[in-house]
T-cell receptor, first 115, second 114 residues
Framework: DAKTTQPPSMDCAEGRAANLPCNHS???????VYWYRQIHSQGPQYIIH???NNETNEMASLIITEDRKSSTLILPHATLRDTAVYYC????????????????FGQGTILTVHP | DAGVIQSPRHEVTEMGQEVTLRCKPI?????LFWYRQTMMRGLELLIY????????DSGMPEDRFSAKMPNASFSTLKIQPSEPRDSAVYFC????????????FGPGTRLTVL
């Protein structure tokens, strides 16, 4: 799986948008971009994923650049409960092979939302 | 749905003892994953199963670690003998092939080896 680079920490004011960047310059054509987050003392939680088009769900939006070398996770109105470690992961989804299903977590970005 | 269930939630043991961690995946899920999280190494995949068969155990640190999945609703991770450096939070996760291939994580087992 391609390696990702994220800033170690970010701050955001409550109610404002949180924009978390991720670089994945060696991403392959069949690799998806996934975002998970881990709130303190809990297991990681899926947020969103995409291949090349921008995606939006009830939790967040994912913007992937046209060359797919980077992406941004957007939490449109951050709350205190969004304080967590956010992981950007690239992974193959095609069935077969030992890489299928694996999530390789980096160090992630510690997002702190303050009042 | 109760989600992924792990037991025990906390385990304190002495060096040299056998430790068994348990996981019940979400019903109907065909993938099961064991992860370990420490401050130094972050979150690491140890092993994963598909339809109860181990697919990739390259993350298992050494022979002291073993994992089994005797049926679709139960898996164990065993450490024998345990060492202080095994102290970590161990997460189990499950997923189903297709759709968003989202992994659902359990609450974790915090293991302390004295």
């Amino acid at each position: 799986d391609a390696k990702t680079t994220q800033p170690p920490s970010m701050d955001c004011a409550e109610g404002r948008a949180a924009n978390l960047p991720c670089n994945h310059s060696t991403i392959s054509g069949n690799e998806y971009v996934y975002w998970y987050r881990q709130i303190h003392s809990q297991g990681p939680q899926y947020i969103i994923h995409g291949l090349k088009n921008n995606e939006t769900n009830e939790m967040a939006s994912l913007i992937i650049t046209e060359d797919r070398k980077s992406s941004t996770l957007i939490l449109p109105h951050a709350t205190l409960r969004d304080t967590a470690v956010y992981y950007c992961i690239v992974r193959v989804l095609a069935a077969g092979g030992t890489s299928y299903g694996k999530l390789t977590f980096g160090q992630g970005t510690i997002l702190t939302v303050h009042p | 749905d109760a989600g992924v269930i792990q037991s025990p939630r906390h385990e304190v043991t002495e060096m040299g003892q056998e430790v068994t961690l348990r996981c019940k995946p979400i019903s109907g899920h065909d993938y099961l994953f064991w992860y370990r999280q420490t401050m130094m190494r972050g979150l690491e995949l140890l092993i994963y199963f598909n339809n109860n068969v181990p697919i990739d155990d390259s993350g298992m640190p050494e022979d002291r670690f073993s994992a089994k999945m005797p049926n679709a609703s139960f898996s164990t991770l065993k450490i024998q003998p345990s060492e202080p450096r095994d102290s970590a939070v161990y997460f189990c996760a499950s997923s189903i092939e297709g759709g968003r291939n989202e992994q659902f994580f359990g609450p974790g087992t915090r293991l302390t080896v004295l």
